[in-house]
């Protein structure tokens, strides 16, 4: 049987390189490598050695590196990311930290109504309020870009995309990240909240430090990981 | 008979609808009855099978379930609907084309 810890692991890196998405292009080998194990116990069932089963299995079946080949030359089995990377990993980041922005505030707002329908007065005191002041902007104007950024670049990591579209998304999601702002007026009578995105020219020097902080944050653990992507599939091929 | 790839995608892709259309099957399960089924009349590399499954599932004609089977997983894959609907456009055109080659063959100024 071609077990999974001896087949060469350049197969699944070229495989996912190529552009076949990382889900199908293990399952696709394991089939391969189930189906030759069943082919050597059939042959082994009618009286073949080891070796003879597993010569006939190898006739039957193909090679693994023909299988890679075939599988190279259908290009219907590339994933729409490695068609459309700048869709993928520098759009759809920025699409994603909008959503979860909008959808973030409404959960706060959600909460609160729903706290202030079972009867809290929501005052200053409110640990509620309390909690969104202490939470909600680190979370919103931090947390999120940096964790919708690094998301992406995860995915485009694993599936072995080329750097440029996904770096290209933590830029952009960081930088929009940067934009948005977030408040929590603690007024004894009647606390509010408030979140916008836009850019002031009196607060630029701020808007920039964090767009820069946020990028670094993200962009640099990302090209070390692909650095690191890097040299091993160097020393593997 | 070692039929050209090109002549065997289009076969392949006829007949693995077909067998798919009685049953789900795994990939083993399908070499062993397109070996049966063609009466051993026609040979391909059976890891060719799953390029070809794989395939037919993106496009939305096939999709697959996995299964553990006495301790093995198995990917079992059934046609679609629009599999089905598929199948059937791909079964006249296929009937069209040999019927004409049949014509031809039986023609006796060909013979």
Redesign the interface.
């Known amino acids: 049987m071609l077990a999974m810890h001896n087949r060469p692991p350049r197969s699944l890196d070229r495989l996912i390189q190529a552009g076949i998405a990382p889900r199908r292009a293990r399952r696709i080998l394991q089939e391969f490598a189930e189906h030759h194990a069943d082919v050597v116990a059939e042959r082994q069932a009618l009286g073949d050695s080891d070796h003879d089963a597993t010569v006939a299995a190898g006739a039957r079946l193909g090679t693994e590196r023909q299988l890679v080949a075939t599988l190279l030359g259908r290009p219907e089995l590339r994933s729409w990311t490695h068609r459309r990377p700048s869709i993928a990993f520098a759009l759809a980041p920025v699409l994603s930290f909008a959503l979860a922005f909008v959808a973030s505030l409404l959960a706060l707002i959600a909460l609160v109504e729903w706290r202030k329908a079972h009867g809290d007065a929501l005052g200053a005191a409110s640990p509620v309020i309390h909690w969104i002041g202490t939470y909600a902007g680190p979370y919103l104007l931090w947390a999120l870009p940096c964790a919708v950024a690094a998301l992406f670049a995860l995915a485009a990591a694993r599936r072995r995309e080329s750097s440029i579209w996904p770096c290209v998304g933590i830029v952009a999601v960081c930088c929009v990240g940067a934009l948005t702002n977030f408040s929590v007026s603690m007024s004894p009578d009647a606390p509010s909240m408030g979140a916008g995105v836009g850019i002031g020219t009196d607060h630029l020097g701020a808007t920039l430090l964090r767009a820069g902080s946020a990028t670094a944050l993200v962009l640099l653990p990302f090209l070390r990981a692909r650095w690191l992507q890097r040299h091993d599939l160097a020393a593997l091929s | 008979m070692h039929a050209s790839s090109s002549l065997m995608s289009g076969i392949s892709e006829l007949l693995l609808l077909r067998l798919l259309s009685e049953r789900q099957m ?3 399960e399908l ?1 062993r009855a397109i070996r049966a089924a063609t009466r051993q009349a026609i040979s391909v ?7 070809a499954l ?2 037919l599932e ?2 939305g004609w096939l999709k697959a379930r996995r299964c553990t089977v006495n301790g ?4 079992y894959y059934a046609l679609t609907r629009a599999g089905l609907r598929h199948l059937k456009k791909i079964t006249q055109e296929w009937r069209r084309i040999s019927g004409g080659v049949d014509a031809a063959l039986l023609d006796a100024r060909y013979a």
């Open positions: 795994y990939g083993y070499a590399g059976e890891g060719v099978l799953y390029p794989h395939s993106r496009r093995r997983t198995r990917v």
